[in-house]
């Protein structure tokens, strides 16, 4: 049966760029979900890649058409920032397997759409200095750097990635995020087994 793996974590614990790697993997053959937001787009980052950068209003018309699989609205410094998943055709459980990036909420509304035995979380960690030292250091290279949004975001993600709310989802495989070549690879050689593969 085919996979949907669910990369998760706290904010700087490397998501995009393992989420990044795996695609990369040829072996793997996965094919990723590209999610939508409302958020302004960050240097760097590619629509369409990363995710389809839209606005309220189209938010709202695929809401119309029943089109929004999982959605999780986020009260910032900077407003609203909407972060979604919608059923556009980009996911066939019965021709491949594949990768997203999420959170806990979106896994858990992933699940109970796809169903428990077709949707694996991958969920990466880091020690909480060595984490802030990166967001910190990766929004220095910003053109306009969101530093009360980042802390707002740290404190955040203590409360939504609680011991208990990754209890309750059974989530109890955890990838540590030091050396990024270490835990790719332990995360590879699980998703083969997964796929059966292994
Ligand atoms: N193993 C690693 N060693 C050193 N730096 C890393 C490692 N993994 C990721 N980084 C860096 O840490 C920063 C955060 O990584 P990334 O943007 O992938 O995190 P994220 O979990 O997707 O964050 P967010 O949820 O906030 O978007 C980036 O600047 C990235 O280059």
Request: net charge negative; aromatic share 10%.
């Amino acid at each position: 049966m085919s996979k949907l793996f669910v990369v998760m974590g706290k904010s700087a614990t490397g998501k995009d760029s393992i989420f990044k790697k795996l695609k990369e993997t040829a072996a793997l053959g996965l094919k990723s979900v590209i999610g939508y937001t409302t958020r302004p787009i960050r240097n760097g980052e590619t629509e369409g890649i990363e995710y389809y950068f839209v606005n309220e209003e189209k938010l709202n018309e695929l809401k119309r058409n029943n089109k929004v699989i999982e959605h999780r609205a986020y009260h910032t410094i900077h407003g609203i920032w909407n972060y979604f998943t919608a059923d556009d055709g980009q996911i066939d459980l019965s021709r491949s397997n594949y990768i997203m990036i999420g959170t806990l909420v979106t896994y858990e509304q992933i699940r109970n759409y796809f169903g428990e035995k077709s949707v694996v979380p991958i969920y990466i960690e880091v020690e909480d200095g060595l984490r802030l030292e990166r967001a910190l250091h990766r929004e220095q290279s910003q053109e306009n750097p969101k530093y009360a949004e980042m802390c707002r975001r740290y404190l955040a993600d203590e409360e939504d990635f609680s011991e208990e709310n990754l209890n309750k989802l059974n989530i109890t495989k955890r990838y540590e995020n030091k050396d990024i070549e270490i835990c790719l690879n332990k995360i590879i050689k699980d998703i083969k087994q997964a796929c059966g593969e292994e």
